[in-house]
């Protein structure tokens, strides 16, 4: 019986891993056609030009795609080291999310706005009177050296709170979807690894 369990939670976390590797060919695929298509564009902070939302849609779709690799093998070796990194790593993807969906909110020109609460925010950042290069009203390199005139004066926590409310619904289903995969895949994987470690005492 407990042979049958394992099998049948085998097949379906290979599945989920399976659709989740397909999710981060995906979440790379929009990554390489961003650096190819907008450049520097994306780039969220003047200081580090490699941070851009780019090359974080890279990186994230290669660690999902490396964790349902690892899945994957877990699932077909049944591999309680590999089930538990699976399960770890997993976890970790929620704070990654985290961190982008708050660079992304908080840098983005789609919402025209600077700072948080001001656009002198940043000038406590960077210690001198300048703004990220995603604050001008019109975007070149360099533009957030320019005068204020130049620069979008809206402060970014209301306008992005305008913004969530006005799309509640859709951010709220992404949100759920989101989680409840990331949830599934934990299940899977720690109903799996049980499994596993159980089929090894019962063979003990």
């Not at 049944?78 to 790593?89: G, H």
């Not at 700072?115 to 000038?123: A, K, L, M, Q, R």
Request: glycine letters at 8%; proline letters at 2%.
């Amino acid at each position: 019986m407990a042979r049958a369990c394992l099998q049948a939670v085998k097949y379906l976390m290979f599945a989920f891993n399976l659709l989740f590797w397909l999710g981060g060919c995906g979440v790379l695929g929009v990554g390489i056609w961003l650096a190819a298509t907008q450049g520097s564009f994306a780039t969220l902070s003047s200081s580090f030009p490699s941070l851009s939302a780019a090359n974080l849609l890279i990186i994230t779709g290669a660690f999902v795609m490396a964790i349902g690799f690892l899945g994957c093998l877990g699932a077909i070796k049944e591999n309680k080291c590999l089930l538990l990194a699976f399960f770890l790593l997993l976890l970790l993807v929620f704070l990654l999310e985290a961190t982008i969906a708050i660079l992304f909110f908080a840098y983005t020109d789609k919402f025209r706005c600077c700072g948080v609460s001001n656009y002198t925010d940043w000038f406590e950042v960077y210690n001198a009177t300048r703004v990220p290069d995603s604050c001008c009203l019109e975007f070149s390199e360099s533009c957030g050296l320019h005068a204020p005139g130049t620069w979008w004066k809206a402060p970014c926590y209301e306008t992005v709170k305008v913004w969530l409310q006005e799309n509640l619904l859709a951010v709220g289903v992404f949100g759920l979807c989101t989680a409840l995969v990331q949830i599934l895949g934990l299940t899977f994987a720690m109903t799996m690894y049980c499994q596993v470690v159980k089929a090894d005492t019962y063979c003990a």
